[in-house]
């Protein structure tokens, strides 16, 4: 290296040590005035936008320069290299963190522990058998701890606050109501198979007599809903009585219209189906038929159709049958597969996640050139020369 070299690398330092706030202090990452950040937190975050990168690339274990492929960031379209990917994944999920910790602060909520604990467990469990390759990149226990337990207790908590009833972007059942039923159809089904099977998996066509008369039942309970004004618990509970069940045959959930995993006949139904009608469906034909009861929930109000909601004793029905291995028989309510949280947090995730990202650039965060400034993404690579 030349003196002019020499001379403007030196100069360059002396700038950038000017500049770095906290210098060789490495005890903290971000911060505010309110909120202080680990090391460890930042680490953590450019390991996880490294790997989600990493994933981005085909066949990654096969490249040399794995830092330098481009791949495409899915937020913003933009094209950037793996190593870029990293710092930027980093440091807007870095700048996240510390606007939940404003904004926990803001709120006065309390850490849910109930919540916490039991993600705590669960992190304990992954740090057994990785403990030595965090601590190698300079993440601690207690680190690893708040990112993967503490804050996801306190991003959610603060999600529900901000979107709920105190919150200042109070999303009401209406528009809960409104967004599933625009996406989603509830369905609940009961099925019949032509076939009978033994405890040695040897099959068994039912009888004509016996077809018939299943066809006879399956019409029956539709008619229960559909004429007579019967709820699908009623018919539900007739069918176990006629075929002595041992529990409550029902299946119920919600399917995304675009995207049916319900067998074919079943979902043509819903489709044509109005809310709070059943209808009988036969799928296949011969010794692989199948009889349905197919029937559309009714969800004028999407807080009614909750997991949350489904399966308080108060709202099951028995019913008493002639099977002396199973006496009373439980009906549940149908479920629709989401909660509350899941909903919204699909109707409004994406809004979520740039509001704290545009939340945290109003606060003034400074940000530890110590350990921004020294950990690279090259740390994560393997096997290769870059």
Wanted: proline residues 1%; charged residues 30%.
């Amino acid at each position: 290296m030349n003196n002019i070299k020499k001379l403007t690398a030196l100069s360059l330092a002396a700038v950038m040590a000017a500049a770095c706030t906290g210098c060789g202090d490495q005890s903290w990452s971000y911060k505010t005035n309110d909120v202080s950040l680990s090391a460890g937190t930042y680490i953590y975050n450019l390991m996880n936008g490294y790997y989600t990168a990493y994933d981005m690339v085909e066949s990654p274990d096969e490249v040399k320069k794995i830092l330098e492929v481009e791949v495409e960031d899915s937020d913003t379209n933009e094209k950037k290299t793996v190593e870029q990917y990293a710092y930027d994944s980093a440091d807007e999920e870095t700048m996240k963190m510390v606007a939940v910790e404003q904004l926990f602060k803001n709120y006065g909520l309390e850490l849910d522990q109930d919540k916490y604990e039991s993600a705590k467990a669960y992190t304990s469990s992954i740090w057994g058998s990785m403990k030595k390759t965090f601590e190698d990149y300079g993440i601690s226990e207690t680190s690893f701890d708040y990112c993967y337990s503490e804050y996801t207790v306190k991003y959610t908590q603060v999600f529900e606050y901000l979107y709920g009833k105190d919150g200042e972007k109070y999303v009401d059942a209406d528009a809960l109501t409104s967004y599933y039923k625009d996406k989603y159809t509830g369905y609940a089904y009961f099925s019949l198979s032509m076939t009978d099977y033994d405890s040695e998996g040897n099959s068994t066509t039912k009888t004509e007599e016996e077809i018939k008369k299943a066809a006879s039942d399956f019409e029956k309970y539709v008619k229960m809903i559909n004429n007579d004004k019967k709820s699908y618990k009623d018919a539900v509970a007739q069918y176990i009585s006629d075929y002595s069940l041992s529990s409550d045959p029902t299946f119920s959930g919600s399917y995304n219209k675009e995207e049916s995993n319900l067998a074919e006949e079943v979902s043509a139904s819903l489709d044509k189906l109005k809310e709070g009608q059943a209808e009988f469906v036969k799928a296949g034909e011969g010794e692989g038929a199948i009889y349905y009861v197919v029937y559309k929930p009714v969800t004028d109000s999407i807080l009614d159709f909750l997991e949350e909601d489904s399966d308080d004793e108060d709202d099951e029905i028995a019913v008493e049958t002639s099977d002396e291995a199973a006496e009373e028989v439980k009906i549940y309510d149908l479920k629709s597969g989401y909660s509350r949280y899941s909903i919204l947090q699909e109707m409004k995730g994406d809004e979520y996640s740039d509001y704290l990202v545009d939340y945290a650039k109003s606060l003034n965060v400074e940000k530890n050139n110590a350990v921004v400034g020294k950990f690279n993404p090259k740390m994560f690579v393997k096997d290769s020369d870059d």
